[in-house]
């Protein structure tokens, strides 16, 4: 399945925006997430939600202000993210999984499938 991520930008610290990842195919049996790269730093989990939606973790550092969620009708994932901060500022990911199981779904070399990337800014 291939993604495709959106929704990147440019926000000034306590904003918000929302990011999407559209896939080419069905992807309701697939584990879903989010990470991000910030210059110089190493991938980091965001977020990821279940198979069908029904469970979700975030890294603690997002934790109460960013929010993934999927419409699988839609073949979509999204993240919506407020009260941004500027080390939230990175490029960021999402990836999807069939075969994963659940204690992987936060380790990035478990998912076979990435978007290109979304560069969010956080910045005054």
């Known amino acids: 399945v291939q993604l495709q991520a959106c929704g990147g930008g440019f926000v000034q610290p306590g904003g918000s925006l929302r990011l999407s990842c559209a896939a080419s195919g069905r992807v309701s049996n697939y584990y879903m997430a989010w990470f991000r790269q910030a210059p110089g730093k190493e991938r980091e989990f965001v977020a990821v939600i279940k198979r069908y939606g029904d469970t979700t973790d975030y890294a603690d550092s997002v934790k109460g202000r960013f929010t993934i969620s999927r419409d699988n009708a839609k073949n979509t994932m999204y993240l919506q993210m407020n009260s941004l901060k500027p080390e939230d500022t990175a490029v960021y990911y999402c990836?999807?999984?069939?075969?994963?199981?659940?204690?992987?779904?936060?380790?990035?070399?478990?998912?076979?499938?990435w978007g290109q990337g979304t560069l969010v800014t956080v910045s005054s």
């Open positions: 990836a999807a999984d069939n075969t994963i199981i659940h204690s992987s779904r936060f380790r990035a070399e478990h998912y076979d499938n």
